[in-house]
């Protein structure tokens, strides 16, 4: 099984920018298009940058929640300021969180293969917790010999 941790983290809250994601929720290759069209939508027209200017790190977020029956994927920062518009601030429960960490040649590459990991290996194959909802993220922690490296945070409970 691959390599992961429980960690206890406190409650923290992530301003996002999101889009609805349309594909259908089995549809990974749909869901990762769409994904990527906004990254790239929001590197063009200078919205990430917004974001990371008022950072109080330099994590990224890739935050994926569901809210009023709508799958919504977020770009986000830890923050103490709040913007208008199309931000939302995205609220993550103290408690225990499946942490899986890993690198790869860029942003999007690291959220999917984390995601792929976590979704697909850790959690269907563990016996002793649960993710029973919530939101979760990719977080894009730096840069380090040419490669993005980061980790999946996903808030479970022990079964």
């Given at each position: 099984m691959t390599n992961y941790n429980l960690e206890y983290k406190d409650s923290f809250t992530v301003l996002g920018l999101g889009t609805e994601l349309?594909?259908?929720y089995t549809d990974y290759a749909g869901i990762n298009k769409e994904k990527s069209d906004f990254w790239q939508a929001i590197k063009k027209d200078g919205r990430l940058d917004t974001l990371?200017?008022?950072?109080?790190n330099g994590y990224i977020f890739a935050v994926n929640?569901?809210?009023?029956?709508?799958?919504?994927?977020?770009?986000?920062?830890?923050?103490?300021?709040?913007?208008?518009?199309?931000?939302?601030?995205?609220?993550?429960?103290?408690?225990?969180?499946?942490?899986?960490?890993?690198?790869?040649?860029?942003a999007e590459e690291l959220s999917n293969k984390l995601t792929g990991?976590?979704?697909?290996?850790?959690?269907?194959?563990?016996?002793?917790?649960?993710?029973?909802?919530?939101?979760?993220?990719?977080?894009e922690m730096?840069?380090?010999?040419?490669?993005?490296?980061?980790?999946?945070?996903?808030?479970?409970?022990r079964k």
């Open positions: 349309k594909s259908n990371k200017a008022i950072a109080t929640e569901a809210v009023n029956n709508k799958m919504m994927h977020y770009a986000g920062v830890l923050t103490k300021v709040s913007l208008p518009e199309e931000h939302r601030m995205i609220q993550f429960p103290k408690g225990e969180y499946l942490v899986v960490k890993g690198e790869a040649t860029t990991i976590a979704f697909g290996q850790v959690l269907p194959e563990t016996k002793d917790f649960a993710y029973v909802g919530g939101p979760n993220a990719t977080v730096g840069h380090e010999n040419g490669l993005v490296y980061g980790e999946m945070w996903i808030p479970v409970v």
